[in-house]
């Protein structure tokens, strides 16, 4: 299967229709599309209320359903991350519909059913749409139910029996179950219905949800095949992958500008029999509501702390702070919040002060943490840290808002003098950031981090997009400019534990703990947008813009492959077109604790008896035997292995691995092994019930030996070569047949 990658639209594809009034409409639509798909459905995150937003994504409403778009408003005021959901479904909907040339009258109703597919869950109950866990017996029972409640909610204004068929049966399996007594199933089905389910679970599974992560890309295609012949047509799921793999962001601005410019009012009210549209809803602030911390804890705490409240009065100020100050908090009570009560100011900026972060705390809801400089009352200038901490009510809105004041004079007397030395050894003389070799030694601590269980790590390679010809134009000492500015972008988006690192000439890498796939690609999107829109001074305030290759920790990998990997994603990133976000590699997709503990147990009945230092292992992939030759085509390239011979489908190589189990270091032995990968497709039954449905399977037979025999060295070697199955394991995406 070919590397699915994730590619952000950029406005270079919308560029080639400049010659239409509504392109502006369609750009800004894109921008939409991709805002929505990156906000997911966390119900943690502030949703997207802003005023342009609503605006565009309403005339994309207004002009698909017509007087029904009230409908659509209605479940955006309930739960406006299904109404999202929504929105993007609809998209893919209609752009698969065109790559299946399906008539036009099948594309709108699919498209509408799209958009209101989730009306019914108007009808559940908070607690249910909202609950962060798993759902109840109960509980499931009611959302299966939002299909036929949109179906009984739509039939007052639609009397289209195609249109509401879609939706009814959008979430029957194609292949019955045992005990299963609804009649539609397989071919039966519609084939709106059918698409509609594939492309629904697929948006489900790689956006955020209230009870779990986001999948990656090429996660949730496998989870497509894995359900192909029994939830979904088989048929139709191969060909939505061949779809993702196309860039349909392209089709999407021709989508757009179907909606904006071929619809008109007949079209959009054809399904419809009411006759007056509905208003948009409009937003409802909510008030501001008591703090959320007991006064007394706040009290007793050795730290400062003043809190203020929405409007930027002074609701506490605690006895510390009393202290620091030798100001009275019941005098400070009931102010408005003044940096001129007292004089501080932020080691990083001398003219932004505290009520410049607490401002700030209060608009965006985010949570900061500075070093300043606090004048004592004997006059002397007392170092502390600040934590600016948002406080949030109902809906996740901002209610208020504390700084919690540490004094760490006696910290920082003693942190200069090792910082002094620390930064000589490992920070770039130019950007300020990490450099190469801290990068590697951080590398190898977050790859043995992630080994050993501890949690999911992501790296990130970016590079600025013709970076010589920014020195060619405005010369060297602009293109340093510009280094040192892209290494501020990345320094001010990364989190604390990060490493922010020159990796080598305008090339950066981003090392992100504790941090899975889909959030690492994020997270270089915001990157991308924050350098796109930051005004360079030394190239005439011009931005430049830079691609970025995402990647996860996946079991078998080492400090080279996972590099390797984002750097395969980097090359793609440009060769797409440069400026955009590429990730590749499935992550993590059981704990790593359970892989080391089957790497102690069904390793062992593997080896041959007569062969202690060879290592075999039988893995099967529902994923067809060409896509499994492309990802093998990955695994080679990261692990820089050399092809011995290609014969049919057998593929023999030589590799170099570390031959130390426990040994992470430059100087451990590498070894050369030799591997011979055996691939056969073949078709199985989607149930012993049903002989006509025939699946596909690729069954992966591998085989890793030393390539000498005075390299033979015992439980070392067994060690690596048990790592190499491990990773092609994780490469293919593939599970382990158990031994017979």
Same mark, same amino acid.
């Not at 008591?290 to 506490?316: K, P, W, Y």
């Not at 809906?395 to 942190?415: C, K, M, R, Y």
């Not at 080598?504 to 350098?531: H, M, W």
């Given at each position: 299967?070919?590397?699915?990658?994730?590619?952000?639209?950029?406005?270079?594809?919308?560029?080639?229709?400049?010659?239409?009034?509504?392109?502006?409409?369609?750009e800004?639509?894109?921008?939409?599309?991709?805002?929505?798909?990156?906000?997911?459905?966390?119900?943690?995150?502030?949703?997207?209320?802003?005023?342009?937003?609503?605006?565009?994504?309403?005339?994309?409403?207004?002009?698909?359903?017509?007087?029904?778009?009230?409908?659509?408003?209605?479940?955006?005021?309930?739960?406006?991350?299904?109404?999202?959901?929504?929105?993007?479904?609809?998209?893919?909907?209609?752009?698969?519909?065109?790559?299946?040339?399906?008539?036009?009258?099948?594309?709108?109703?699919?498209?509408?059913?799209?958009?209101?597919?989730?009306?019914?869950?108007?009808?559940?109950?908070?607690?249910?749409?909202?609950?962060?866990?798993?759902?109840?017996?109960?509980?499931?029972?009611?959302m299966?139910?939002?299909p036929?409640?949109?179906?009984?909610?739509?039939?007052?204004?639609?009397?289209?029996?195609?249109?509401?068929?879609?939706?009814?049966?959008?979430?029957?399996?194609?292949?019955?179950?045992?005990?299963?007594?609804?009649?539609?199933?397989?071919?039966?089905?519609?084939?709106?219905?059918?698409?509609?389910?594939?492309?629904e679970?697929?948006?489900?599974?790689?956006?955020?949800?209230?009870?779990?992560?986001?999948?990656?890309?090429?996660?949730?295609v496998?989870?497509?095949?894995?359900?192909?012949?029994?939830?979904?047509?088989?048929?139709?799921?191969?060909?939505?992958?061949?779809?993702?793999?196309?860039?349909?962001?392209?089709?999407?601005?021709?989508?757009?500008?179907?909606?904006?410019?071929?619809l008109?009012?007949?079209?959009?009210?054809r399904?419809?029999?009411?006759?007056?549209?509905?208003?948009?809803?409009?937003?409802?602030?909510?008030?501001?509501?008591?703090?959320?911390?007991?006064?007394?804890?706040?009290?007793?705490?050795?730290?400062g702390?003043?809190?203020?409240?929405?409007?930027?009065?002074?609701?506490?100020?605690?006895?510390?702070?009393?202290?620091?100050?030798?100001?009275?908090?019941?005098?400070?009570v009931?102010?408005?919040?003044?940096?001129?009560?007292?004089?501080?100011?932020?080691?990083r900026?001398?003219?932004?002060?505290?009520?410049?972060?607490?401002?700030?705390c209060?608009?965006?809801?985010?949570?900061?943490?500075?070093?300043?400089?606090?004048?004592?009352?004997?006059?002397k200038?007392?170092?502390?840290?600040?934590?600016?901490?948002?406080?949030?009510g109902?809906?996740?809105?901002?209610q208020?808002?504390?700084?919690?004041?540490?004094?760490?004079?006696?910290?920082?007397?003693?942190?200069?003098?090792?910082?002094?030395l620390?930064?000589?050894?490992?920070?770039?003389?130019?950007?300020?950031?990490?450099?190469?070799?801290?990068?590697?030694?951080?590398?190898?601590d977050?790859?043995?981090?992630?080994?050993?269980?501890?949690?999911?790590?992501?790296v990130?390679?970016?590079?600025?997009?013709?970076?010589?010809?920014?020195?060619?134009?405005?010369?060297?000492?602009?293109g340093?400019?510009?280094?040192?500015?892209?290494a501020?972008?990345?320094?001010?988006?990364?989190?604390?534990?990060?490493?922010?690192?020159?990796?080598?000439?305008?090339?950066?890498?981003?090392?992100?703990?504790?941090?899975d796939?889909?959030?690492?690609?994020?997270?270089?999107?915001?990157?991308?947008?924050?350098?796109?829109?930051?005004?360079?001074p030394?190239?005439?305030?011009?931005?430049?813009?830079?691609?970025?290759?995402?990647?996860?920790?996946?079991?078998?990998?080492?400090?080279?492959?996972?590099?390797?990997?984002? =750097? *395969?994603?980097?090359?793609?990133? /440009?060769e797409?077109g %440069? #400026?955009?976000?590429?990730?590749?590699? +499935?992550? $993590?997709?059981?704990?790593?604790?359970?892989?080391?503990?089957?790497?102690?147990?069904?390793?062992?009945?593997?080896?041959?008896?007569?062969?202690?230092?060879?290592?075999?292992?039988?893995?099967?992939?529902?994923?067809?035997?060409e896509?499994?030759v492309?990802?093998?085509?990955?695994?080679?390239?990261?692990?820089?292995?050399?092809?011995?011979?290609?014969?049919?489908?057998?593929?023999?190589?030589?590799?170099n691995?570390?031959?130390s189990?426990?040994?992470?270091?430059?100087?451990?032995?590498?070894?050369?092994?030799?591997?011979?990968?055996?691939?056969?497709?073949?078709?199985?039954?989607?149930?012993a019930?049903?002989?006509?449905s025939?699946?596909?399977?690729?069954?992966?037979?591998?085989?890793?030996?030393?390539?000498?025999?005075? =390299? *033979?060295?015992?439980?070392?070697? /067994?060690?690596?070569? %048990? #790592?190499?199955?491990?990773?092609l394991? +994780?490469? $293919?995406?593939?599970?382990?047949?158990?031994?017979?």
């Amino acid at each position: 299967m070919t590397d699915t990658t994730s590619v952000t639209p950029t406005n270079e594809h919308t560029a080639f229709a400049q010659q239409v009034p509504v392109e502006e409409s369609v750009e800004r639509i894109s921008s939409l599309l991709g805002d929505l798909s990156r906000s997911g459905a966390s119900d943690w995150e502030p949703a997207n209320t802003a005023s342009g937003d609503n605006q565009t994504e309403n005339e994309l409403l207004a002009v698909r359903l017509g007087i029904a778009t009230s409908l659509f408003y209605s479940l955006r005021c309930k739960h406006r991350q299904t109404a999202e959901h929504c929105l993007r479904v609809a998209f893919s909907c209609s752009a698969w519909a065109e790559r299946l040339c399906l008539p036009a009258d099948m594309r709108d109703r699919l498209e509408v059913a799209a958009l209101l597919h989730d009306i019914g869950k108007i009808a559940t109950p908070d607690r249910v749409l909202k609950k962060p866990g798993h759902l109840t017996g109960d509980e499931k029972l009611l959302m299966d139910k939002a299909p036929l409640v949109a179906c009984e909610i739509l039939s007052g204004c639609c009397e289209d029996p195609i249109l509401l068929d879609i939706i009814r049966y959008s979430r029957h399996w194609y292949k019955q179950s045992s005990g299963d007594t609804r009649s539609q199933s397989g071919e039966s089905l519609p084939v709106g219905a059918r698409m509609l389910a594939i492309v629904e679970s697929f948006d489900s599974m790689t956006t955020d949800q209230v009870y779990r992560r986001a999948f990656s890309q090429e996660r949730a295609v496998a989870e497509l095949f894995q359900c192909a012949g029994t939830q979904f047509d088989p048929d139709l799921v191969h060909d939505y992958a061949s779809l993702l793999e196309s860039r349909p962001d392209v089709v999407y601005g021709s989508v757009a500008r179907r909606w904006l410019r071929d619809l008109s009012k007949h079209s959009s009210n054809r399904f419809w029999n009411a006759s007056t549209p509905l208003s948009a809803p409009g937003v409802v602030e909510p008030e501001f509501k008591q703090l959320l911390f007991h006064q007394q804890l706040l009290d007793t705490m050795c730290d400062g702390v003043v809190a203020i409240n929405r409007e930027g009065v002074i609701s506490h100020w605690n006895y510390a702070f009393e202290r620091m100050t030798n100001i009275p908090g019941d005098a400070m009570v009931g102010q408005n919040w003044s940096d001129c009560l007292v004089q501080w100011q932020d080691t990083r900026d001398d003219q932004c002060k505290v009520g410049c972060h607490l401002l700030n705390c209060l608009v965006t809801g985010s949570q900061t943490r500075r070093r300043m400089r606090m004048l004592s009352p004997k006059g002397k200038q007392i170092p502390v840290k600040v934590n600016f901490i948002p406080i949030l009510g109902h809906e996740n809105t901002v209610q208020g808002a504390l700084a919690i004041i540490n004094d760490i004079s006696q910290e920082e007397s003693l942190e200069q003098e090792v910082q002094t030395l620390h930064v000589k050894a490992t920070r770039d003389g130019l950007t300020g950031v990490a450099n190469r070799a801290e990068f590697d030694r951080a590398l190898a601590d977050v790859v043995e981090f992630a080994a050993a269980g501890h949690g999911a790590a992501s790296v990130i390679l970016c590079d600025i997009d013709h970076f010589k010809q920014v020195n060619d134009t405005f010369g060297h000492q602009a293109g340093d400019e510009a280094l040192i500015s892209f290494a501020s972008v990345l320094t001010r988006n990364s989190r604390d534990g990060d490493l922010v690192a020159r990796y080598g000439g305008e090339e950066f890498a981003l090392l992100c703990p504790d941090c899975d796939n889909a959030t690492a690609a994020k997270r270089a999107e915001s990157i991308r947008k924050d350098l796109e829109a930051t005004p360079q001074p030394a190239l005439d305030n011009k931005p430049i813009t830079a691609s970025f290759g995402v990647t996860e920790f996946q079991a078998g990998d080492t400090e080279a492959t996972i590099v390797a990997r984002a =750097d *395969r994603a980097l090359y793609k990133a /440009k060769e797409n077109g %440069r #400026n955009r976000v590429v990730q590749l590699g +499935s992550g $993590l997709r059981e704990p790593v604790s359970q892989t080391k503990q089957q790497s102690k147990g069904w390793f062992h009945w593997l080896i041959h008896p007569s062969q202690s230092d060879r290592v075999s292992a039988t893995l099967t992939t529902r994923v067809p035997v060409e896509m499994v030759v492309e990802k093998l085509r990955g695994f080679i390239a990261d692990h820089s292995a050399e092809i011995l011979k290609v014969q049919d489908q057998k593929v023999e190589l030589r590799l170099n691995v570390h031959a130390s189990a426990s040994g992470r270091r430059k100087a451990d032995t590498v070894s050369a092994f030799f591997v011979s990968i055996d691939l056969q497709e073949n078709e199985i039954s989607a149930s012993a019930a049903s002989s006509e449905s025939k699946l596909l399977q690729t069954v992966i037979k591998a085989n890793v030996s030393p390539w000498r025999g005075r =390299d *033979r060295r015992g439980a070392e070697v /067994k060690d690596a070569c %048990r #790592n190499v199955i491990a990773s092609l394991k +994780s490469y $293919l995406m593939a599970d382990l047949v158990d031994h017979t």
